[in-house]
């Protein structure tokens, strides 16, 4: 074959070209993997740096005034004295009720008042501390305890409709902005930062004196329950100190 030829019927063939393959769609299964596999990487994130939280917490003094929370009480219910602490005059206040209406602590003037402080309704044990507290009034009657009153920082309809549930008497007070747990420094006590109260008794004289107080939340033992038994032994204890 001659070169002119060959030239020639290479100009007629057609130049050879790669094929393109249609671009792949993302497929749905490995997509909501992927959001999954996302998902609980977050959430093990948020479970370390709660941990990290609260061994710092428990690494650290719980009181304004540097004092660690076990301080006082048995081995297994330690507590701190917080500020304002025995001798000292009780802020006064008045906050909305799960009975309706406000109650002031004015309204428990002549009487022995023991006001509770407590996380609220993501505690259950500290609404079953109430039910224990009712359910042995006769004993705290005897330990010199006239009435009991509740403080926590959830809104006042949600805390009347658990009151309702668990069929609580105990008046439990409305203090969303946390002034009057912050004037107690009830909120120094607790495992879920200065946002919620601990698990605070103090207990508040006839004159409106503090005459006892035990902070039962803080570290090492975050403490949300205790016998009724175990908290009229603590306040027989203090009541009785000079």
Same mark, same amino acid.
């Given at each position: ?11 007629? #063939? ?10 792949? #769609? ?22 370390l $740096?709660?941990l ?6 428990s &690494?650290?003094p719980?009181?304004?005034?540097g004092?660690?929370s076990?301080t ?5 219910y ?7 602490g ?12 799960? !009975? ?17 402080f ?9 609404w079953?501390q ?14 010199? $305890? ?14 009347a409709r ?10 439990? !007070?409305?203090?969303?902005? !946390? ?11 607790g ?10 008794f ?11 107080r035990?902070d ?7 403490t ?12 027989t204890?203090?009541? &009785?100190?000079?």
């Open positions: 074959m001659s070169r002119s030829t060959a030239t020639r019927r290479g100009r007629g #063939r057609a130049p050879s070209r790669t094929p393109v393959r249609p671009a792949r #769609r993302p497929d749905p299964a490995r997509r909501r993997d992927a959001i999954r596999a996302g998902a609980i990487v977050l959430l093990v994130v948020a479970g $740096v709660t990290f939280i609260v061994y710092k917490s &690494s650290e719980s009181a304004a005034d004092t660690t076990a006082q009480g048995s081995s297994q330690p507590f701190a004295v917080g500020n304002p025995p001798g000292e005059r009780a802020p006064g206040f008045e906050l909305a009720s799960s !009975l309706g209406g406000t109650i002031s602590l004015e309204d428990y003037r002549g009487k022995n008042v023991l006001v509770y407590q996380e609220g309704l993501m505690c259950q044990p500290c079953d109430i039910t224990d507290l009712e359910r042995n009034a006769e004993k705290v009657k005897a330990a010199g $305890v006239d009435t009991i009153v509740s403080i926590t920082t959830d809104p006042v309809d949600l805390i658990k009151t309702r549930d668990e069929g609580i008497t105990t008046p439990v !007070l409305s203090d969303p902005d !946390l002034a009057v747990s912050r004037a107690y420094e009830a909120n120094k006590y495992m879920m930062g200065e946002e919620r109260d601990g698990h605070s103090i207990l508040v004289g006839p004159d409106g004196t503090i005459r006892w035990a039962y939340g803080g570290a090492p033992k975050y949300m329950f205790l016998p009724t038994e175990a908290l009229l032994a603590d306040l204890a203090g009541l &009785s100190k000079p």
